[in-house]
């Protein structure tokens, strides 16, 4: 079997470094890639097209998508771009789409809006809008203690400051695009949801209509921060296993 490991913003391909050794030890094989605009492929252009692209020609029949954090967006429209080609969707504390919304609208707005009180920073004092060459303009975190309360409470120092040295600006153009999914919802594509149950990101809530969104009830649970694949990465790998099996079905 083989994942298709999809990072989440700020984040690339990297992210996974820890993960893929041990989805391997299980006889799996795993890919992770960047999306464009993201990671080492920052000066390419970020829409939803070039990201459908990306992903249409990474996917071969019978993968598994994994999506963390905004990740989640990507592996539901590579889902809908191929979906005769996708065995399973894994949605990692991930994002879902809203037909006819935008990421932001799809995520809650408000979300963004509980960073400071998480951070105990005004969100000018963590966030900066800074622009990028080709790609325009990106908000960017601009404080490393910021992004590890957000994403890397429970890593190491080591850890924290090996993403941090790898973070990427997140190019704005692509909150304002409108999610149109025609095949997505209706393709009899598994899909399931993990929680990480100490997330800092944002809210249990938040999952839960994530979970509705997609029309399952039940997750697996991981107790991690938001990037379980840097400080739990075994664990994470075994219950990414037991999503492939079907376990919850």
Not at 37 to 57: H, I, K, N, V
Not at 157 to 175: I, K
Not at 202 to 228: C, E, K, Q, W, Y
Request: charged residues 20%.
């Amino acid at each position: 079997m083989r994942f298709v490991l999809v990072h989440g913003g700020y984040h690339g391909a990297w992210c996974w470094e820890k993960l893929t050794p041990h989805l391997k030890k299980m006889g799996h094989d795993a890919v992770a890639i960047d999306l464009p605009g993201c990671g080492e492929r920052l000066d390419e252009p970020a829409t939803f097209s070039a990201w459908r692209c990306a992903l249409r020609e990474v996917i071969d029949h019978g993968d598994v998508l994994v999506g963390h954090s905004m990740g989640g967006f990507a592996i539901s429209l590579g889902a809908d771009e191929v979906p005769e080609k996708v065995a399973r969707l894994i949605y990692l504390s991930a994002a879902v789409p809203a037909e006819g919304k935008t990421m932001s609208a799809a995520t809650d707005e408000n979300v963004a809006n509980e960073w400071p009180e998480t951070v105990g920073l005004a969100y000018e004092d963590f966030l900066e809008v800074v622009d990028v060459p080709n790609q325009g303009p990106c908000v960017r975190l601009s404080r490393q203690d910021a992004a590890n309360t957000l994403f890397y409470h429970d890593c190491t120092p080591e850890d924290q400051d090996w993403a941090w040295e790898r973070l990427t600006p997140l190019p704005l153009a692509l909150t304002s695009e409108v999610f149109r999914l025609p095949r997505f919802w209706n393709a009899p594509i598994p899909r399931d949801f993990i929680v990480t149950s100490d997330d800092h990101s944002h809210s249990a809530a938040l999952d839960n209509a994530f979970m509705r969104r997609l029309g399952i009830a039940t997750a697996f649970s991981i107790v991690s921060s938001h990037s379980p694949f840097m400080s739990r990465p075994e664990e994470t790998a075994t219950v990414l296993n037991a999503c492939a099996r079907g376990v919850l079905h």
